[in-house]
């Protein structure tokens, strides 16, 4: 597997498929994403996304994957899992401590990392989004 940094927060993981899964969309803001990457070519590249947790700099870009790519797998932790699919998205996977997805040719298992996690913050009041 090959680990792409994309800035703050942000990497692309290459599977030895050529899958491409990204932890933490976070585009717009972010000092280090470098802006010839933000085309649709690039987001319709990606084949799923992994959420640490609902703030800002790790939830921001999810609209970009939307916009392009209405149908990518989401994994998220469960709270921030919920609001997502309150909010319409659409094929979002929720995971807890201890859980794991298979997608294709990786297995992810969600370990427990105390943080603070809320969503929307940019929007308005946020929305406690778990741990």
Do not use: C
């Not at 680990?3 to 703050?8: D, K, P, V």
């Not at 640490?52 to 709270?79: E, N």
């Not at 609001?83 to 370990?111: C, E, R, Y």
Request: glycine share 8%; no cysteine.
């Amino acid at each position: 597997m090959k680990i792409w940094r994309l800035g703050h927060a942000m990497y692309v993981l290459k599977s030895k498929t050529g899958k491409n899964y990204l932890i933490d969309p976070f585009f717009d803001m972010n000092p280090g994403f470098a802006k010839e990457l933000d085309h649709a070519d690039f987001y319709k590249s990606i084949d799923a996304v992994f959420l640490t947790h609902g703030h800002l700099d790790h939830t921001s870009g999810l609209s970009k994957f939307i916009q392009y790519k209405p149908d990518i797998m989401i994994v998220a932790q469960y709270d921030l899992a919920m609001i997502l699919l309150q909010k319409g998205m659409k094929n979002v996977f929720p995971i807890n401590f201890g859980g794991s997805a298979s997608l294709n040719d990786v297995h992810v298992t969600m370990v427990q990392a105390i943080h603070t996690s809320s969503y929307g913050e940019a929007e308005g009041l946020p929305v406690y989004a778990g741990e």
